[in-house]
């Protein structure tokens, strides 16, 4: 979000809501229940190792007082194959590549063994140090498989991946895919030593198969034990949603699913959804409805109505799926917000229940906060179909197919992959569409009054942003990019995967596409790490805008000592009149500092490795120090200590 200047939230406010309980709603008239839940084991599912959506979450070390204390860090060099094949080792000089016939998870590189269709053996292997001292090392790799034969029972060709003499996991034409996976593998055993992780793919006499790698990882944790089992959990969401508006476009109701994985070893079950809208109502007058819950159980609202338990029909053991379903009404209440409306243009963001997070600190439940965001979820797919009048454009995060319904409506069906959130809006919209330089489509909706200028401004802008910050970060993943445009704003910006509400404005505007990569590609815990996406797409805009941020540091001013730059959205709730000054100004003026310490090259780097190798993951402030500190021989301590960068 980009703020301009607004009324504090009273601390004590926020208190009461967090505290009211009451119990669901009557359903929606129009609503279909879903008639059963499924329990599932998930194919393909290793012994060693659970597919996982991001990368393994990175415990906080504690300050070491032994030689042989860990620093959280990465140990694979080149993961993602961006800057040739060193240190790589490999049977052949085509299996690092970045030629056609496959693509890459992130990045234009990839590692692509064998897809000859005669007997052929291809490998690939580095050798890797994990530190001594660390409690814990995860190794996590991005794998796509595609093959010519048609058998579904027999195993002709094969990729079999190593750590040292160990396999981890064996794979072959039988786990074919559409598209990436990401594979993870405990591999805490092997700390202090150095190893070979290494892939061997082999094919039979005929009929190719393609094992694509990419983003590989390896991760350690620090020399204090995490708490129990800190895999993020409910894993691989799926949504589907289907939903019929009103005239104006203000109201809508029907039914909403979700299908997910616990990727916990702990049994998981109860799942938690987060009503996030419920915070511009009260707990009797709800904007966002919930009833006949499927697959579980409905418990009590909690935290200001914005949290539902829901009691599953099963517990859920590591790997097995489900799915949750339930009536949806949404209610859009009157004003220019990120869920309101302004005229007969309604703006429809947060309002589709999402999955809670759970990791090793427990279930996520934080209040909504009005000054920023306390959005927390794991990548996930959308299908949305919306009914609505003819008369109103609905713009949407993913790709939309619009096709005719009954007299005087269209329906349109939205969908998009490993996006953290999706978000809509309705109205009489004003409408231009052009395409970056690099291909991305964008579209500029715009209200009444703005002129058509403005909008073709916006729309300059867009397509010089979206490619700038691809360039520094990787490609745009999301296909069409839509930003609506209503200078009623109070809140100036706000981001949603595939989808921005701005100003008119080239700075905010800018600064809200960064945010499709720090908060949207590359996820974190908004209220408890604010700065890993407002600092980061701040930093983003000034580079994209051509800023350097010279001597911006000079200016810092702490106002206490318990002001951090790495301070939860519970800080800056009670302290909201620095919390623009801090997050955002102080935040980039941190990031620019430290191009400066490590150089611009290095810096560079830093951030396109970093952002490929939590490509649709989650980052955490101890994983960017680490990558921070692995990027430069300089030791960064007292940096991390003079610009409050804690965790």
Request: glycine share 8%.
């Given at each position: 979000?980009?703020p ?25 008239a ?13 194919p393909?599912t290793a ?21 042989d ?16 094949t ?18 890459a ?12 269709g ?20 995860t ?11 048609t ?6 060709d ?20 559409t ?15 150095t ?6 793919g ?33 894993a ?17 109701t ?38 006949n ?9 909690s935290?200001?109505?914005?949290a ?47 999955l ?24 996930a ?10 008369t ?34 309705a ?73 921005v ?73 009670t302290h ?72």
């Open positions: 979000m980009r301009t200047p607004r009324k504090a939230v009273a601390a004590s406010a926020l208190t009461l809501a967090a505290l009211a309980a009451v119990s669901l709603p009557a359903t929606p129009t609503a279909t229940p879903e008639r059963t839940a499924s329990v599932t084991a998930a393909g012994s060693t190792g659970v597919a996982a959506t991001g990368s393994a979450a990175v415990a906080p070390a504690k300050a070491a007082a032994a030689a204390a860990c620093t959280p860090a990465q140990v694979i060099t080149n993961g993602g194959f961006e800057s040739g060193s240190p790589w080792t490999q049977s052949s000089t085509s299996v690092i590549t970045s030629r056609t016939g496959q693509s998870h992130g990045g234009t590189a990839f590692a692509w063994l064998d897809g000859v005669s007997t052929h053996t291809d490998t690939l292997s580095q050798s890797v140090t994990i530190p001594s001292g660390c409690a814990a090392a190794l996590t790799f991005w794998l796509h498989i595609d093959t010519a034969e058998t579904s029972s027999t195993a002709y094969k990729l079999t991946a190593k750590i040292g003499t160990t396999t981890l996991a064996t794979y072959s034409n039988l786990d074919k895919n598209g990436y996976v990401q594979k993870s593998f405990d591999v805490s055993a092997f700390v202090g030593q190893v070979s992780l290494a892939f061997t082999t094919e039979d006499s005929s009929l190719q198969s393609s094992f694509v790698l990419d983003d590989l990882a390896l991760n350690t944790s620090g020399d204090t034990v995490p708490p129990a089992d800190a895999t993020r959990t409910p691989a969401p799926s949504y589907t949603v289907s939903l019929t508006s009103n005239t104006a476009g203000t109201v809508w029907g039914h909403e699913s979700a299908t997910f994985t616990n990727a916990s070893a702990t049994a998981l079950s109860e799942v938690y959804l987060r009503l996030w809208d419920n915070y511009h109502g009260t707990c009797t007058s709800m904007p966002i409805a919930v009833g819950v499927t697959g579980g159980t409905a418990g009590a609202l935290v200001g109505c914005t539902l338990q829901i009691t599953l029909a099963s517990p859920l053991t590591q790997g097995q799926s489900a799915t949750i379903g339930f009536d949806l009404g949404i209610t859009v209440p009157s004003g220019a917000d990120r869920f309101g409306y302004d005229g007969a243009f309604s703006f429809i963001g947060n309002a589709l229940p999402l809670a997070v759970k990791d090793g600190a427990g279930w996520h439940l934080d209040p909504y906060t009005n000054n920023g965001e306390s959005f927390y979820s794991l990548a797919d959308f299908k949305v179909t919306l009914d609505h009048p003819t109103l454009l609905v713009p949407a995060t993913g790709s939309s197919v619009d096709v005719a319904g009954t007299s005087g409506r269209t329906v349109t069906t939205a969908t998009a992959t490993k996006v953290r959130d999706f978000a809509w809006a109205g009489p919209f004003s409408k231009i569409s052009g395409t970056s330089t690099a291909g991305t489509p964008i579209n500029v909706y715009s209200v009444t009054g703005i002129s058509s200028a403005n909008a073709q401004s916006m729309l300059t802008t867009a397509k010089t942003a979206v490619d700038a910050h691809a360039a520094r970060f990787g490609a745009y993943p999301y296909g069409e990019l839509d930003a609506v445009i209503d200078n009623n704003f109070w809140f100036g910006g706000m981001e949603y995967p595939g989808f509400l701005d100003l008119v404005s080239t700075t905010a505007l800018t600064h809200e596409i960064g945010h499709q990569w720090w908060y949207g590609i590359v996820g974190d815990d908004e209220y408890t790490t604010p700065w890993l996406d407002e600092s980061f797409t701040d930093y983003a805009t000034d580079l994209a805008l051509g800023k350097t941020g010279t001597s911006c540091w000079s200016s810092v001013s702490w106002a206490s000592s318990a002001e951090k730059i790495t301070n939860s959205m519970a800080y800056w709730d909201s009149s620095r919390y623009s000054t801090v997050v955002y100004g102080y935040g980039k003026c941190a990031l620019h500092d430290l191009r400066r310490l490590i150089g611009d090259t290095a810096m560079t780097k830093l951030l396109k490795d970093y952002a490929t190798s939590h490509w649709y993951g989650v980052s955490t402030t101890a994983e960017f120090k680490a990558a921070a500190q692995a990027a430069t021989t300089t030791d960064l301590t007292s940096f991390w200590t003079t610009h409050r960068i804690e965790g």
